[in-house]
Each structure stands twice: as C-alpha cells, then as structure tokens.
C-alpha cells in the first residue's frame, strides 16, 4: 500500500519557480506538469501526453499561447488538460485529457492538491504569512532529499538534533539538555513542540544575524501541521528579556522557520525551507549569511537522513527503535499522519 | 486551557519523567514517550478506575 498521504494540500514549488517556461514536479509519486498562463494563473496538470506519454515538460514540447503542444506528434492541451487538437484529423478523441490540479498560490507557495479533487475546496491549505508580509524579510530554497518523508518528519520534529548534528551553526548544548514541552490539538490536527531555554550560548546563525553578543533566552516553538507545513516560531533575545504583559516585544528578535515537507516518491522528499525575520529588513548581508547558512544546516540533515535512508532501505520492515524523551513530538507526529491515512 | 481537546505532555524540568495531561484533566507520569502516548490515547480507558489512581489530578472543567 501507498506510504503517501492523499487528499491534502502539498507544497510543489516556489510561485517563482513557475513561469512561462514548462516546469515539471514529482508530488505523492504523480508526475506534474506546471506553467503560467499569460494572464498568470498556475495551470497544474499530468507532465504524461495522453498519446504515447512522452512528458510535455521535455523539449520539444512547448507552451503556445495558453496551450501546451506535446514535442513527439502535437497532440496540444489547454490549461484545464482538456486536449484541443491532434495531428492530422479534426476528431480528437473525448478521452483525450490530462488530469488536471487543484492548485492554490499562497505565501509565496504553489500548492497543490493531490487526492480527489472534489475534497480540494473542503481541506485546509496551511499559511506561513511571514514569507510574503510586511514588517519581514525572507530567504529560501529547496533542497531534494534522497530519503523518505518520515524520516524528515522525525528530523524536524526533534531539534534536540542540532545540538550534534548542527554544532556551530544553530546548535549548541542548551538544545538538547532544555526539556520540552509537546501539545496535539486533536481537532485542528496540529503538534506543538515548544523548547524555551532561559539562558543559553548564542549559536553563530543568531549572533552574527541579530548582533547580539552574549547569552541569550531562546525560545523555539514548533508548530507543525500535518502532512506538509512546519513553522518553527524562533524567538531570540538578550538574556532575561522577555515579552511585556501586553504581548508586545520590542526587545527580541524573531525569525520564522519554515519547511514544505513535499513527499517526491516513497523515498525521496522535497525539502522546501524559508527563513523570514523581522529585523535588519533590508540588510543584504544579514539576507545572505541566513540563506547561505541555513542552507548549509538543511544540506547537513540531508546529508544524514541520505545516509540514513539508504540503512533503513536494506533493513526487513518494522525494524526495531528506541524512543525517549525527546521524541515525545515526534511520536505525537506520526500519530496525526497515520491517522490522516 | 480553551475547551479544545488538547493533549499536553511536559518533561518534568530536572527530572526524566513525562507527565501527561489529557483533555479530560485526567493526569499521568511515564518514564518514556511511547508509555505516555499509550496512556493518553487510551482515554476514556485511562485505566478502570482513573479517578482514583494516586497519579490522576482533578482539573476544573473549562
Ligand atoms: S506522445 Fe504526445 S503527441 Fe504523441
Ligand atoms: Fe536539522
Ligand atoms: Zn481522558
């Protein structure tokens, strides 16, 4: 049986990512075809010709206008994958459409729906408004993970990890020493994971992009809406100082961190991170040293999870683990998937 | 605490015990993470006669 979750909303690509050029993108196994039509709407539809399946994304195909025309014999498409001519004849078989996808543009995601698209318009699509609001700046990227989604799922769910695996960049003691504290909201269906350490050293990725020389109250609050989004609400602040009664917190620093966990095959995942903040909004350098950093911290999980998939790969099914405290979210995690199943 | 069905679990601070909290107000300590999500999950069950177990807290209803 299929490992994938259906009838939900998935991250397939950055809204920047689709343009006029054919873009393709494995989501849940289902090979798909994206574009933007010329008044610039997202058309999402099966990257398979219905003729001989020769994939619309691969050149000589190309975009006509708000058609697509298959490169191997012409059979052209429109942007709801209905087929509107064929070579040579003027009958063009009623079977002849591509499935077509829900997709929804939000936050600076393309998301799409994969399952039967009657449950689109009744399923949440999850927001990280940070990403495209003002008041904040972001950077982000994606990195192809040759590992199954779950094993992201346990990697971000579990921070206690950056400790060892991060040290030097976003981890150090304090991280994996800070017990936690795990909430499931059963009818939203959302995890929260949330680690506050009072006093604690001040990783490089912080120091070097809020300025801040000394120790530090570092908050990390997971929130993590099963099958796709996870936000990671990261607030940083000079030792001691704390948000007012009112709410208000002037003195602290805030960055959202925020990952598409996008399933591309039963083992492999598209690895969507962000990284917004809401200080140095227009400092190029504080930009470029988060992007180049987290981009380092996401490419050392894919890294071991790479490796780790290959382990689990050749290992008889229901191998065995060892879970203890900090694992509390993440088994709370699996739970919210499994029964999304 | 809102009225929504929220199951909470802390790791008690200078401690390795996990203290579970379900939606009820029923309460629970276990050593590890899957005891804990065992015990939670099993509500209304949380054992034949919760309320009297020495572990479980009265909550005031929301
Ligand atoms: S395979 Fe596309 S037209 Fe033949
Ligand atoms: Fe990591
Ligand atoms: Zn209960």
């Known amino acids: ?341 | 605490m809102t009225g929504r069905k929220v199951l909470q679990v802390d790791w008690v601070p200078g401690s390795d015990q996990l203290r579970g909290r379900c939606h009820c107000g029923a309460e629970s300590v276990a050593d590890d993470p899957v005891a804990m999500w065992k015990w939670l999950l099993d509500h209304p069950n949380h054992w034949p006669d919760h309320q009297n177990h020495p572990s479980f807290v009265r909550r005031e209803a929301p």
């Open chain 1, 1 to 341: 049986m299929s490992e994938f979750v259906r009838n939900q909303w998935y991250v397939a690509a950055y809204g920047r990512e689709i343009g006029r050029e054919l873009f393709s993108r494995t989501v849940c196994g289902e090979s798909i075809l994206f574009w933007r039509t010329e008044a610039g709407a997202v058309a999402a539809m099966s990257d398979r010709c219905v003729h001989r399946r020769f994939p619309l994304s691969q050149a000589p195909s190309h975009l006509a206008g708000d058609t697509v025309v298959c490169g191997y014999h012409g059979f052209t498409y429109d942007q709801g994958g209905a087929c509107v001519a064929v070579p040579g004849q003027t009958r063009i078989p009623r079977t002849a459409r591509l499935t077509s996808y829900p997709v929804t543009e939000l936050d600076g995601f393309v998301w799409v729906f994969i399952g039967d698209r009657a449950n689109a318009g009744s399923t949440r699509v999850p927001r990280a408004p940070w990403l495209d609001m003002p008041g904040w700046t972001a950077v982000s990227g994606m990195e192809p993970l040759a590992a199954r989604y779950s094993l992201l799922v346990d990697n971000l769910l579990d921070l206690s990890h950056e400790t060892y695996l991060h040290g030097g960049y976003i981890g150090t003691p304090e991280v994996a020493e800070t017990p936690i504290v795990t909430r499931v909201d059963e009818e939203a269906g959302i995890v929260h994971v949330s680690r506050r350490m009072a006093d604690a050293a001040c990783p490089p990725f912080y120091a070097k992009s809020t300025g801040i020389t000394g120790r530090i109250t570092r908050w990390q609050d997971i929130e993590f809406t099963p099958p796709c989004l996870y936000l990671l609400h990261s607030r940083i602040a000079p030792v001691g100082v704390l948000p007012g009664a009112d709410g208000a917190d002037p003195d602290a620093f805030h960055v959202e961190v925020v990952y598409a966990l996008t399933p591309e095959t039963e083992h492999s995942t598209h690895d969507f991170w962000a990284v917004a903040r809401d200080f140095a909004l227009d400092d190029q350098g504080v930009s470029g040293f988060l992007e180049e950093n987290n981009r380092t911290v996401v490419l050392q999980d894919v890294a071991a999870l790479n490796v780790l998939e290959r382990v689990i790969a050749a290992e008889p099914d229901g191998y065995q683990e060892l879970s203890i405290n900090i694992d509390t979210g993440g088994l709370a995690a699996r739970r919210l998937i499994a029964k999304l199943r």
